[in-house]
């Protein structure tokens, strides 16, 4: 980032970058254009009901209440649900006692939601390969590339294995944020579901120092000059908690601007949305002039609206 200082113009990613071959496209999409871009996480992931749901693993697949009967099934549609049931067996492991029941987990099938969630249940198995509460058969992947997908899979899936297998639950492991395709069309398809919720995005705690330690990293410019900078939300999740922070360092763009308003630093920002659901909250909700919003939510689409602006409208 030291090396980016003498670019023109900054833009300020909310989002975590990702590590694809060590290139993030949204970064490579505006340092292609001549912008220095930062990508800063906002949101941070924490387990919860940890101990239910080790209560769960421990019983090896056995309905509480019910332990004539065992649960059809395991859905799994993220890769945070799998981190929370790696934890778990990580804790039973260091425990080093299996209940009569461990082994039951090796006959119950795991539904995956794509191919990134069924290697991360896979990682589960290979790191614990004989310990009977890793994931064994895992099944769903390429063939179930979305929530929709993955929930007529499992429809076919259960029909065509044996009754009793039918008339059972399936464990759904969720988080706080879910939407109801995949509940809805299994259970008009009768098959009923045990929700677990077992991990919850927030706010990041690290976002003021991650954003603090990010823009001193680019302070090679003139600490007098005036910066201009476009800060780009990618969720309405995150804007709330962002901006009190991001107002710190920025002078953000409002709707209206009152009477002696006053500028705070020598940073300008502009703003710009990943879509429209975003734009609206942060022009309805938080009061802020949103200047660019991307035709569609992918890396150059993003990068050439806010290119067509600055060539459009100036600094």
């Known amino acids: 980032m030291l090396n980016e200082a003498q670019l023109p113009g900054g833009v300020l990613l909310l989002r975590s970058a990702s590590e694809d071959n060590g290139l993030d496209k949204y970064e490579e999409a505006f340092r292609a254009r001549g912008y220095r871009a930062l990508s800063i996480p906002v949101l941070e992931t924490v387990h919860t009901n940890t101990e239910r749901l080790a209560n769960v693993v421990r019983a090896g697949g056995l309905i509480a209440q019910q332990t004539e009967k065992g649960y059809a099934g395991v859905i799994v549609t993220s890769g945070r649900a799998c981190e929370a049931w790696r934890l778990v067996v990580e804790q039973l492991a260091m425990d080093g006692r299996y209940s009569r029941e461990a082994g039951g987990w090796s006959t119950i099938p795991f539904y995956t939601v794509g191919q990134a969630t069924a290697s991360a249940l896979s990682a589960i198995r290979d790191s614990f390969p004989s310990y009977p509460y890793a994931p064994n058969d895992i099944r769903g992947a390429a063939e179930s590339g979305s929530s929709e997908k993955l929930a007529h899979f499992i429809v076919s899936d259960l029909s065509a294995r044996s009754e009793d ?24 398809a009768g098959i009923g579901l045990d929700s677990l919720q077992v991990y919850a995005t927030q706010g990041s705690s690290r976002f003021e120092e991650d954003l603090g330690n990010a823009l001193e990293g680019v302070q090679g410019l003139d600490p007098e000059r005036d910066e201009s900078w476009w800060i780009v939300h990618f969720a309405p999740s995150s804007a709330k908690h ?12 409002a709707n209206v601007k009152t009477e002696g308003q006053k500028t705070n630093t020598h940073r300008h920002a502009r703003l710009a949305a990943i879509g429209p659901t975003t734009s609206t909250y942060l022009e309805a909700e938080l009061h802020l002039r949103v200047d660019v919003v991307a035709e569609k939510p992918k890396p150059d689409a993003l990068a050439a609206g806010i290119a067509c602006w600055d060539r459009e409208q100036g600094p």
């Open 242 to 253: 962002t901006l009190p922070i991001l107002s710190k360092h920025f002078d953000m763009p």
């Open 165 to 188: 297998a039918r008339g059972r639950k399936l464990l759904y492991l969720t988080g706080d944020k879910n939407r109801d395709t995949l509940p809805k069309i299994l259970t008009d």
